[in-house]
Every structure is written in structure tokens, then in C-alpha cells.
């Protein structure tokens, strides 16, 4: 059974840093991303790892977040991490982990979401 689970949220300060996980089990996926949906705001990409090979990955980001935030993945864990730094308000949002099998396929698993709180 595929599951995505994500940790690593909370409540910050703007200015602040956090980092979530999303661990992957049941199968490996060639792409992991992260979404994020703010309170009355549709769904939103903020960013995605695409694995070619064990050693190689291309990462793409939102425009709202480059610079700021960094995707990653152990591929001995089947785990991808967002590390979030500089976090102001408009980044509060529940922040989704999502995985496809093949890179150019849509994203079909979902992770439960973790919420994340900037306080101005």
C-alpha cells in the first residue's frame, strides 16, 4: 500500500525557518513535489524533485519561494524534504506531499497534509 506521510509543521515566526519530510513507502516514485493551499486559495505547486538516476535530479520551484525554500530527497529513505527559510505570512498554508510513478504523468498520490503557521 503506497502511503505519504508528512511531518515537520507548525508555528513560526516570520523570519523563521522549518523543514518538512514526506516519507514515501510501497514503491519508489520518479517525481516528488510539494503543494501547499492557503485558507480560500486553490491548491498551489511550490516545488519538485524529478530522479533520473540515483545520483541525478532536476528541482523546480514556484516563483514565490525560490531562493527561500529547497527541495531534496534521500533516495534511501524515500524521503523528500522542504527546507523553508525566510518564512513570511503569505506562506501559511497546509502544505501537501505528492508523488507520481512516471515524471510525466499527473501527480496521483497525496500525502495527509501538515499545516504550517507564519505569525507576523
Known amino acids: 500500500q503506497v502511503q505519504l506521510v508528512e511531518s515537520g509543521g507548525g508555528l513560526v515566526q516570520a523570519g523563521d525557518s522549518l523543514r518538512l519530510s514526506c516519507a514515501a513507502s510501497g514503491r519508489t516514485f520518479a517525481a516528488m513535489a510539494w503543494f501547499r493551499q492557503a485558507p480560500g486559495k486553490e491548491r498551489e505547486f511550490v516545488a519538485s524533485?524529478?530522479?533520473?538516476?540515483?545520483?541525478?535530479?532536476?528541482?523546480y520551484y514556484a516563483d514565490s519561494v525560490k531562493g527561500r525554500f529547497t527541495i531534496s530527497r534521500d533516495n534511501a529513505k524515500n524521503t523528500v524534504y522542504l527546507q523553508m527559510n525566510t518564512l513570511n505570512a503569505d506562506d501559511t498554508a497546509v502544505y501537501y506531499c505528492?508523488?507520481?510513478?512516471?515524471?510525466?504523468?499527473?501527480?496521483?498520490?497525496w500525502g495527509q497534509g501538515t499545516q504550517v503557521t507564519v505569525s507576523s
Open positions: 524533485i524529478i530522479t533520473f538516476t540515483w545520483s541525478s535530479s532536476n528541482t
Open positions: 505528492a508523488a507520481k510513478i512516471v515524471a510525466t504523468d499527473k501527480y496521483n498520490y
